[in-house]
């Protein structure tokens, strides 16, 4: 049931089932295979997002509930297209603790709650705590509510035990009966006393490796299988479980025909994991082909160049091991003591196991080990860190062996805890802060290396082909750092290194930022995203700075740098020499970024794989970190551009057209996309073009844009078609030996079929 496209729309409040299902018939004329639905169970009021699911039970009522539910199917099973729904198996969200039924239960009951098994709880705490309180003198403002069954903390209501609450107690009183204990959330981080999904106290980790309570939180998603027959599932965070190889194993063997993504993020040459799945959600594709648009040749410019502006002599590596370890020691006090009460420690004190097991996640170079099948990068981890810190050996001598038995308690929680400290470490911190050039900083992205080269690329097509030819493919998601459209740009800006740094020099002189590696960042971000909405970037800096954490933070900001930096983005649009400079760079840097942009949406619409669209993605997409990428979408101007026929790359209905041609394509003439061989080209810009075969289908991309008009155009470059083709967009007719500068004369890309 694999689909041939995906379609990603995010189902909010403000968006629901409803109006997904109006918005079918767009979809199915876009050339939609299906469409590829946000978490959808019922979540905690307000969610945006719809990750913190509260009741796996039931379709959200805010979200359009069964009724939009059974409307969508409708609409969708009316049009010939799929449905394919993100699932989380990792957490339940518990915010808002009376919405969530299972955790109200745990709290209200303790072990002996029916739902006491669904948590991954230290029950060997004295009470479970609930880090919502700003201080422990909050203590003094609960209130009992009027019936004794509810204690309340300003708009938080939480369960009161049975028989543990008389007239006339105080509020500080009964609290103490329960079996959970409110804290404040400075300290949740060290006392808290359940698993979470990376630093979000307020998402409870599930056992979804006990077979109860997997099918118990899978009942719902497994009706949309059985009864609705939705052709797949896109699992959320596998890494955070327990054992995600089991956890596949379980949901293949009740899902035999469903196409099975998982949203597992692969590090620079990590082997896809062999679970029962097809594929990941993208972001390893994405990486393949973000490099390959990016000018290698101007990697000593723009090192030399951060260099400069920055004196940051950290390199990627360096700053990764900074943040890694940084979250480590700061972040997760409560998983590395669940972790310590698990080990024997001998002799050792637990001051020291932590730091030695704090230096090896910093140096895990995946994001998990997967025990007892592999424990290839743990063991790497473990021997760089005693190359590293030789002191740490003796007390390495005692727990590598337990760190390594995939039966240990602590090896099986050591394992969770290096995919948060990733998480947390990398792409959360560490691609803040080593900013030598933004557009490689995405998730799942290798910004150590500086572009790849056409033979690389053509290599990872066919391994791709060979060994995950089922996989999704992605250029935008939720989770992105910078829409498609804003990389497409930066990787522009590689090909003007003249034209960045005379903007750069404007910016520095015009603000005052005092931290210079934050400044590149924001100098790169307005060049890449151009002059949008102002308040979207003011947005965007508190985010981006505060999760650097270099000069201000979540928990403490720093008022005088953030001022600093939100009067450099004023300076941007108010300051007239600044304006003038990011205008004449916008002026350059945008019909390449439109040109890259075409090329890389080609590539990954036809390469090995199922491409999925993230909404709004078929026009120019200007977005920056969630929550920006999450915007609503303006489905009725999409409707209108798709009646125009444009023959104009610079128009976003271009970029529509191209969707729309290939997305058809895949769904009527599947057997075309099958297959990988390379296309090369001939003549002085061979290097130019990024060309390959599948089945019957040629697609030619055209790469660093600026160094081809410095050439002169295609001049004398050609390829060699066997037989007679179509050019798709265009419907120009081609064969033999034909000349790019004939085929592409007036376009970046060139779809052909094979007459």
Known sequence: MTPTSTYRLQITPDFRLQDAAALVDYLDA???????????????????????????????????????????????????????????????????????????????????????????????????????????????????????????????????????????????????????????????????????????????????????????????????????????????????????????????????????????????????PDWAMDGTSGYDAMTEVNQVFVDSSAEDFFTRDYLERTGDELDVEQHILVGKRWMAQTMFGAEMRRILDALDLADLSREDAARAMQEVAARMEFYRSYLPEDDRALTAALGNTRHDLPELGPVLDVLEAQLLDGRNEAALRFQQFTGAVMAKGVEDTAWYRANRFVALNEVGGHPQGFGIDLNTFHRAMERRELVLPRSMTALSTHDTKRGEDVRARLAALAELPEQWAAFADVFQARTSIPEPTFAHLLAQTLAGVGPVERQRLHDYAVKAMREAGLATNWIEPDAGFETAVHQAIDAAYDDEALAQAWHELQRVLTPLGHWNSLSQKLVQLTMPGIPDVYQGTEIWDDSLVDPDNRRAVHFDQLRQLLDTDSSDPLDPAYKQKLVRTVLTLRRERPELFTGYRPVVASGLAAGHLLGFERSGLVALATRLPHRLQNLGGWQDTTIDLDGEWVEQLGQQRVGGRIGLGQLMDHSPVAVLVRA
């Not at 209501?157 to 509020?171: K, L, N």
């Not at 006392?191 to 719902?220: I, K, Q, S, W, Y």
């Open 30 to 272: 876009l050339g939609v295979g299906a469409i590829y639905l946000s978490p959808v169970l019922t979540s905690t009021t307000g969610s945006g997002h719809g990750y913190d699911v509260t009741d796996p039970t039931t379709i959200d009522p805010q979200r359009g509930g069964e009724d939009g539910w059974r409307e969508l199917v409708s609409a969708a099973r009316g049009k010939g297209l799929g449905i394919v729904v993100d699932i989380v198996p990792n957490h339940l969200g518990i915010a808002k603790a009376w919405e969530n039924p299972a955790w109200w239960s745990v709290l209200a009951h303790g072990q002996d709650s029916d739902y006491a098994d669904w948590f991954d709880i230290d029950w060997s705490a004295p009470r479970i705590t609930v880090p919502v309180l700003g201080s422990p003198d909050d203590l003094d403002r609960l209130e009992l509510s009027d019936d004794l069954r509810e204690l309340r903390f300003y708009e938080h209501r939480f369960p009161v035990a049975e028989g543990t609450a008389q007239p006339g107690d105080s509020p500080r009183e009964v609290h103490q009966r329960q079996h959970y204990e409110l804290i404040p959330g400075s300290q949740g981080n060290d006392l808290l006393t359940h698993r979470r999904f990376f630093t979000v106290a307020t998402l409870a980790g599930l056992r979804v490796e006990d077979p109860a309570v997997f099918d118990a939180t899978h009942e719902r998603v497994l009706r949309m299988v059985r009864e609705d027959g939705i052709e797949g599932l896109r699992i959320d965070h596998p890494d955070g479980l327990r054992d995600p190889r089991g956890y596949f194993a379980r949901l293949r063997e009740l899902c035999p025909e469903q196409w099975l993504i998982a949203e597992k993020i692969l590090e620079h040459a990590e082997p896809v």
